[in-house]
């Protein structure tokens, strides 16, 4: 049956999907950028909702929660297949009411009386069907889908408005938004970049011969000199693996001191991130990598514990801009940014 | 002096005479033989009689009392003030005639006589110090004398003036003189960083020595190579070297006939500390260690007998080592114990000898604690480090220092290790110091920084640019995963790789300085500097 083969090549990507994303430890630098995981990630959740059988807009919301629940469970540290999972989530939801004919608008003023007199009655349970549903949110989940192949685009246009010439600019680590940020900006103006090398696993060493490739000067640094040349830094400019709700990151490590090298300095921090890192839940556990061949004692290392976290958290007070591919903005507003991608009800999966 | 006597003949017999001794003396020192003093005064002459054949010729008498005033300076003053008195005049091998040249051999001698005067009665003055101050003899210079608030005329260190080509000129003529190699610089200097020196490790400055070196005594050479190659590294292990080469030296130094022990050693020590300094850049505690010789060489009596001489010295050596390093350290350790208390949780950065030494003696007097060591790319000192707690049987953890924000909730103290404390208060240390210092003050966890009074230095610095030293580059690459990305890195023009290896950590991060005199807060070092002045 046609439905039947539908489904399991269905089921079949999925386990695939997730197989991938086990396999993506989350130390090495990640095999994949984080947009290419939201990239299939949408597209993968396209495919459900094109494929899986479904009545009304409650059934499939409950399939995409379900996946959505296995595909976190794969891999946690990959925050980005969560919040694609929810941006879906709210396609549906917006799609569901705008066929029911209610005022979007109302819907979205979470005004103060509505806040507090909303007792969960009223939304109804998506139990309405409608005809059009599948096809206006597929459509809706293309846009989506287009919106996230321009997001680093987006972002490099901005960087004219943010570079001078002369500067001394930061940076740590690897990251594809940054090097396209400075790439860019690098056509008309001429500026001097560091890279921290982020050790264990030395990402920045990529990222300098890659930007010294576009005639960019580039010096590579110890970790440990961060501080040393931060008094001649003029701007610090990083790219993050995920955007908390108070306007925090989750970045790689190292990054908290860096942050805090450039307050004392008193040297603006500005975070490139594309909307689709902003994440509502975050989890608690650190998330460590296996040390490979740092440490080679072997006589003693039975006796000594070692420690390689790969993310770090930097307090929103540290960060002066966010540039992502809606504008910039200050880490106040995020929480804002926040209740436009995500609906209240999905922050918990 | 048989040659001086000798040459009271015609000015034309003289001249020739002359052009032939100076062939030889070119010859041997192309050979690479120690120049004997006499041989070395000739040259000079030459030179100097080059630079006034090329100006009009002046009078004799002008030229003596310049030649005088250019020979006075004091041994305790570095030699390199003599090149910028001699003339800078490549010695041809045709020396050419001049009527002045038939007065010059007459001249040395009561040259050197005035010569000698003028030294010892510089010397003397500055060995009574405040009280004959205005009273030295007309023709040379004024001392700088150290108790006095008197504006210190501070000559700028070469290692900081590599952008200057004046200054990189004067130098290269000064080891030429002292026949010490000179060594290149390497790879694409970072554009902040162009005063600074950047060596490789491939090319070190014994390459070019000949063997047997006669010029260099052996040990000076062994300990330079292992300078250069980072087989002794660490400020005490460095001074701790050299001072044992020195007593080395002072053991094998036999005084040349009509010379005295307390100047000719002292000029014997220079062209060994230039090629020290060639080798790897001084650290301020090696350069207080040879101040210190250079001061007890200068006060042996010139009646003291050779061996009572030696003898004495080397006691001066081992006294040295002793009180300022070994008895300091346990002063050190005795007061830091104090703060050490049971259940704390200590991070330590990269391998201190005084602060490995510390936690071991406070591991030995029962005190319950677990380190946690901090270790940066691409020295990896921290491994040292970790083996030697872990030796001792103390509970460690290891992390890199991108892991600092990660462990720091745990510690309750951090204690650090100086190579240098400055005189505004900053301490230099280990690249990557002030980071720690940084972070730990953010979580408001003390830091204690660990130092001997010898490593006290009057020099005042506020960035980790200005004065700094420049590893090898190459050290940085690495190869993850199979890939070395930087491998190539000299092939890209606009690619720079910076190994800094100091940086200084401002006064307010650091919470108290334990030092053999005390604890003191950082901002009592010049204190401290002045009360060791005034007793010495």
Known sequence: MPGADKETDLSERIESFLSELKRCGSGAGSLRGSAETARETTALLRRITAQARWSNAGDLMEIIRKEGRRMTAAQPSVTTVGNMVRRVLKIIREEYARSRGSTEEADQQESLHKLLTSGGSSEDNFRQHFAHLKANVIEAINELLTELEGTTDN?????????????????????????????????????????????????????ATSLSKEDIETTVIPDAAIFAVMSRVNKVIIGTQTVLANGG?????????????????????????????????????????????????????????????????????????????????APSYIYRLMSELYHPEDHEL | MADSDGRQVDSINHSTEEGVKLQEIVQAKCEGKELTREEKQRLRKEKKQHKKNKKDDRGPPEKEKEKEKASVPAPSKPATQSPAHKAPV?????????????????????????????????????????????????????????????????????????????????????????????????????????????????????????IPATVIHPSIVRLGLQYSQGIIAGSNARSVALLHA??????????????????????????????????????????????????????????????????????????????????????????????????????????????????????????????????????????????????????????????????????????????????????????????????????????????????????VQTDSFVSNELDDPDDLIVTRNGKTHLENWQTVKSLGLLNLVYDVTPPDFVDLVITDLGMIPCTSVPVVLRVKNVDQ
């Open chain 2, 90 to 210: 490549p010695v041809n091998a045709s020396a050419s005639e001049s009527p002045v040249a038939a007065e010059k051999p007459a001249k040395s001698k009561a040259e050197q006589r005035a010569e000698r005067r003028a030294r010892q009665d510089t010397e003397r003055a500055s060995k009574q110090g405040k009280k004959e101050g205005g009273q030295l003899s007309a023709s040379s210079k004024p001392k700088a004398t150290p108790n006095e608030l008197q504006p210190v005329v501070k000559r700028l260190p070469e290692h900081i003036q590599v952008d200057d080509p004046a200054a990189l000129k004067k130098l290269a003529k000064k080891l030429e003189r002292q026949q010490v190699p000179l060594r290149s610089d390497y790879g694409y200097k970072v554009s902040l960083f162009s005063h600074l020196h950047q060596y490789s490790r491939k090319n070190p400055p014994t390459q070019q020595i000949s």
């Open chain 1, 155 to 207: 972002i490099s246009m901005q960087a004219l408005e943010h570079i001078h010439s002369n500067e001394v600019i930061m940076t740590i680590g690897r990251s594809r938004t940054v090097e396209a940020f400075l790439k860019d900006a690098a056509r008309k103006r001429k500026f001097h970049v560091m890279v921290a090398e982020c050790a264990p696993f030395c990402q920045g060493h990529e990222m």
């Open chain 2, 246 to 459: 020195f007593k080395q030296v002072i053991r094998d130094y036999s005084t040349p006939p009509n010379e005295e022990l307390s100047r000719d050693l002292v000029n014997k020590l220079s062209p060994y500390i230039s090629f020290l300094s060639q080798c790897r850049p001084l650290s301020a505690s090696m350069g207080n260690a040879i101040k210190y010789i250079k001061k007890e060489i200068s006060n042996i009596p010139s009646q003291c007998k050779e061996e009572e001489a030696k003898r004495r010295l080397q006691e001066c050596i081992d006294s040295y080592i002793n009180e300022k390093i070994i008895l300091a350290s346990e002063a050190i350790s005795k007061y830091a114990i104090e703060k050490i208390s049971d259940g704390d949780v200590i991070l330590v950065y990269g391998c201190s000898s005084l602060v490995n030494h510390i936690l071991c003696e406070a591991f030995e007097k029962q005190r319950k604690f677990r380190v946690i060591v901090v270790d940066s790319r691409p020295r990896l000192e921290g491994k040292e480090a970790l083996r030697r707690l872990v030796k001792k049987g103390i509970r460690c953890t290891y992390v890199l220092i991108s892991a600092l924000s990660y462990i720091l909730p745990e510690v309750s103290k951090v204690f650090l290790g100086a190579h240098a404390l400055l005189a505004n208060g900053y301490v230099m240390s280990r690249v990557g110091t002030s980071q720690i210092a940084l972070v730990a003050k953010a979580f408001n966890v003390p830091v204690l920084v660990c130092c001997e009074t010898y490593k006290f230095c009057e020099r």
């Open chain 1, 249 to 329: 990151l989750r970045a790689v490590n190292g990054t908290h001191t860096l942050a805090l090298a450039a307050k004392h300095h008193s040297t603006p921090l500005i975070v490139c991130a594309p909307m689709f890192k902003l994440s509502p839940q975050v989890s608690d556990t650190p998330v460590q990598s296996h040390l490979h061949d740092l440490v080679k004692l072997t006589s003693i290392l039975s006796k000594v514990n070692a420690h390689c976290p790969v993310f770090d958290y930097v307090p929103p007070e540290l960060i002066t801009l966010f540039i992502s591919n809606i504008g910039g903005n």
